[in-house]
T-cell receptor, first 114, second 111 residues
Framework: KAGVTQTPRYLIKTRGQQVTLSCSPI?????VSWYQQTPGQGLQFLFE???????NKGNFPGRFSGRQFSNSRSEMNVSTLELGDSALYLC?????????????FGEGSRLTVL | GESVGLHLPTLSVQEGDNSIINCAYS??????FIWYKQESGKGPQFIID?????DKRQGQRVTVLLNKTVKHLSLQIAATQPGDSAVYFC??????????FGKGTHLIIQP
């Protein structure tokens, strides 16, 4: 069974631009969560989608948004990029909603903002 | 309140010894705890979990202990191997708020 797939793996953007990251969950998983990982702040929860609905949202500004499609694939978007948005963005999928089961993580999309 | 934290950023152990990685959490309402392992260049990988109605759970070479009285979680790895070298994160679940991760302990295996 294929794991969680994230694209692109690496990307470089400049301040003010916007970026869209994609995540394909494990087949059959309906929950997709996004996390930001930085050396200073560690792993921080961004949001979770379940059956195309945002279930939970972390403490991030409105520049961070996401969506989930009917096939459970998810995208997250960051607008008006800032230097501090440079991070590894991790997607995780699960059978059930966040906090009730094992999360399967992808290898992440590493974003560098110049 | 304060998010889940770990006592040591780095832990160095001899190959073959047992490793103990500790974690403290602050929210007594948390009811689900998980340990993840993250190798360089990869996403976190689930190791073991435990619910608040238990105080111990064992897996293959790993044991998680939960002490709710002092809000402490630990991961024990038996007979540590070179492949165990990674950053280990504890995480707690507060239901609708998503998982809260600690900052991680880098486990270094000495030959």
């Amino acid at each position: 069974k294929a794991g969680v797939t994230q694209t692109p793996r690496y990307l470089i953007k400049t301040r003010g631009q916007q970026v869209t990251l994609s995540c394909s969950p494990i087949s059959g998983h309906r929950s997709v969560s996004w996390y930001q990982q930085t050396p200073g702040q560690g792993l921080q929860f961004l949001f979770e989608y379940f059956s195309e609905t945002q279930r939970n949202k972390g403490n991030f500004p409105g520049r961070f948004s996401g969506r989930q499609f009917s096939n459970s694939r998810s995208e997250m978007n960051v607008s008006t990029l800032e230097l501090g948005d440079s991070a590894l963005y991790l997607c995780a999928s699960s059978w059930t909603s966040e906090g009730t089961g094992e999360l399967f993580f992808g290898e992440g999309s590493r974003l560098t903002v110049l | 309140g304060e998010s889940v934290g770990l006592h040591l950023p780095t832990l160095s152990v001899q190959e073959g010894d047992n490793s103990i990685i500790n974690c403290a959490y602050s929210n007594s309402a948390s009811d689900y705890f998980i340990w993840y392992k993250q190798e360089s260049g990869k996403g976190p990988q689930f190791i073991i979990d435990i619910r608040s109605n238990m105080d111990k759970r064992q897996g293959q070479r790993v044991t998680v202990l939960l002490n709710k009285t002092v809000k402490h979680l630990s991961l024990q790895i038996a007979a540590t191997q070179p492949g165990d070298s990674a950053v280990y994160f504890c995480a707690e679940s507060r239901g609708a708020d998503g998982l809260t991760f600690g900052k991680g302990t880098h486990l270094i295996i000495q030959p």
